[in-house]
């Protein structure tokens, strides 16, 4: 099969990036050291031409028709060792860890998994940074702040792993075939290990009902007298909605009044 008769596969949320400022754009942002790249759905290669030009690369692409004609394209990175393309499901070779050494996840995520493929790599220690195209709004949740309506469990784990901008929004004109949807790139840099899973407990009950009070939501699961005393001795108001409280006040009532 040529590069030219390749047709989007809709179920593996195929949309190719096009547009070489935007590609720019991501390998310009790319944190400067020594890690290793890994790169989830190369597609047909746009990303990872620029990418194997900087580093060495470890791919993961589930199409079985787009790994061969990557194997060909890229026969002299593949023989040089610079490009290594695992031909399957990213998230079934994905253990603990993607890979046994230090790396940063570079790029243009499959929509459909996006957020569960960046909260494994929080949690994978291996991986340093993420810098990734997803849909905007994904984009806007990972990097929201306390106050702002989009500010929920996703920005409280990224922020208590490290910090994360958004580096370029993107429409849909610069892919082939074009998504329905506004898209971003966004980098998450991480300086410490993911919070741990009753502090993600805890987080999926406060924001249960997001209109709601967090004092609320939190006593469907907690002593309504605790959560009294831990909201006074941090000062928090009752009438706050989970939105409207910092990462840093969540990990301070966690400590009160985990179980
Ligand atoms: N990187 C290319 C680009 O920028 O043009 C393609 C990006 S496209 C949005 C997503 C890519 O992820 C596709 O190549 C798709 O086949 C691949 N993909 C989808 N699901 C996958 C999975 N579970 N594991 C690995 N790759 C996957």
């Keep these: 099969m040529k590069k030219e008769s390749v047709v989007a596969k809709k179920k593996f949320g195929q949309n190719f990036l096009k547009d070489q400022t935007v590609l720019q754009k991501i390998v310009q942002a790319m944190p400067k050291n020594d890690n290793k790249i890994v790169e989830i759905g190369p597609g047909l290669g746009d990303l990872t031409k620029y990418l194997v030009d900087v580093k060495s690369v470890e791919a993961f692409e589930v199409d079985t028709d787009l790994c061969k004609l990557l194997q060909e394209e890229f026969k002299e990175e593949i023989a040089t060792k610079r490009l290594h393309i695992n031909c399957g499901d990213v998230l079934q070779a994905w253990k603990s860890a993607l890979v046994d050494e230090a790396y940063d996840l570079v790029a243009n995520l499959p929509y459909y998994i996006a957020t569960n493929i960046i909260l494994k790599a ?115 108001m009752q009438t706050l909605r989970p939105h409207q409280v910092s990462t840093d006040d969540y990990h301070q009532l966690y400590k009160k009044i985990k179980i």
Aim: charged fraction near 25%; glycine fraction near 4%; proline fraction near 6%.
């Design 122 to 236: 929080l949690a994978d220690p291996m991986c340093k940074n993420i810098l990734v195209m997803v849909q905007l709004e994904v984009a806007e949740k990972f990097c929201a702040d306390a106050g702002q309506k989009v500010f929920g469990s996703l920005g409280i784990i990224t922020q208590s792993v490290g910090n994360a901008h958004i580096v370029v929004k993107v429409p849909p004109t610069a892919f082939e075939p074009p998504p329905k949807i506004d898209s971003a790139v966004f980098l998450i840099t991480k300086n410490k290990d993911r919070t741990d899973k009753d502090f993600e407990d805890m987080l999926r009950v406060a924001f249960s009902q997001p209109r709601k009070t967090l004092i609320k939501n939190l006593s469907s699961k907690y002593e309504k007298s605790e959560l009294l005393i831990a909201f006074d001795s941090l000062e928090l």
